[in-house]
């Protein structure tokens, strides 16, 4: 699948969040790519006008949002809708406030559904399963879970078997919260 595919697909897909502000954290293999603050009608749709709007500048992401007024209150309008460095981005503390709201947001026990590619230690994992921990390393969003189905890893000839646990960077955009 190409990267317009997937784009369309995210789209079509798009869980019901509230309109509003949400910002992407951005890390590839060089370290801290960006942030992004981006207005948006969901979490999904963020994403997608992220590479429409060609501020995406690849790797993984981790996102929070919608983000409350007092919280956008702290952003100046001239860094909405623009990709960050890392300087700009200290100025507001985000970085800090994504991991504060992930540690809050998905406690221990929270059930979820995965969509294809959201762990990449297996790739095709789908249906639901439970978040056992979930934490931001480096800038990089890293999951505790316990698989829901027998499932290949991403380790050729390898399955993961049901109620195993793994752990592994995720694509948060690709969980969705059912509890």
Known sequence: MDSSEREQRMAEGAKVDAPGWYYMSFIGE????GGLFLYAQNQSLALYDSHRRKLNPGGEVAMIGPMSDEDMRRV?????GR?????ELEQQEVEEELHRRLALEWPPGTKVRFHRGAMA?????TGEGVV??????ESRVV???TVPVDTP???PGHMLRKGERIAGQC?????ERIN
């Not at 100046?76 to 909405?80: A, F, K, V």
Request: no cysteine; glycine share 6%.
């Open 30 to 33: 060089q370290g801290f790519l």
């Open 76 to 80: 100046p309008l001239e860094n909405r």
């Open 83 to 87: 990709l960050l460095g890392r300087e």
């Open 121 to 125: 230690v297996a790739p095709e994992l």
């Open 132 to 137: 056992n921990r979930i934490a931001l390393e």
């Open 143 to 145: 999951v505790l879970a």
């Open 153 to 155: 890893s991403a380790i």
């Open 171 to 175: 694509r948060p955009e690709l969980l």
